[in-house]
Structures are given as structure tokens and as C-alpha cells.
């Protein structure tokens, strides 16, 4: 989609968080245990928070992402890089 729509200067990217510490996060990974599972992975050590994510998809909304385009915002602390 990045590719086609391009000319027409309409940006295409995506965000992609890991766990998000939601109403549904904090529900299904309060138990120290069982986030201890994930968090080992997560170079970070922590999930992230709504807003962490809302600030990604500000900044690609914003004009000073204007050349971003194909692109996809990982927003993991580092769990992809393992």
C-alpha cells in the first residue's frame, strides 16, 4: 500500500506493540509469575504503557514524519532483537 499510494503523498506504516499494559494487559499479566515469563525476554524488563504507543502514532500522524512511509514502528523493548 506504501508503494502505491506514495505518488498521491499518503503515508502508509504500521505500529506494532508487544504486550500493552491496557485494562486487558494489567488483567491477564498482574501475576508476577506469570509476566516474569515474558519480561525475561524483553531486554527493557517491563511492558509497555497505552501511552508509549499513543506517542508513536502521534509522531506518524505529525508532519515531522513526513518521509516515513513503508514503515513499521516495533515497540517491544527490545524483544525483537533477541
Given at each position: 500500500?506504501?508503494?502505491?499510494l ?40 517491563r511492558f ?35
Amino acid at each position: 500500500m506504501a508503494l502505491e499510494l506514495a505518488p498521491y503523498n499518503i503515508r502508509v506504516n504500521t505500529v506494532n506493540p508487544t504486550l500493552v499494559m491496557t485494562a486487558m494487559g494489567k488483567a491477564n499479566w498482574s501475576d508476577p509469575d506469570k509476566a516474569a515469563t515474558l519480561r525475561v525476554k524483553i531486554p527493557m524488563d517491563r511492558f509497555a504503557e497505552p501511552c508509549e504507543v499513543v506517542d508513536s502514532i502521534v509522531f506518524l500522524l505529525s508532519d515531522r514524519s513526513a518521509m516515513t512511509t513503508g514503515s513499521a514502528v516495533v515497540i517491544d523493548g527490545g524483544y525483537h532483537i533477541q
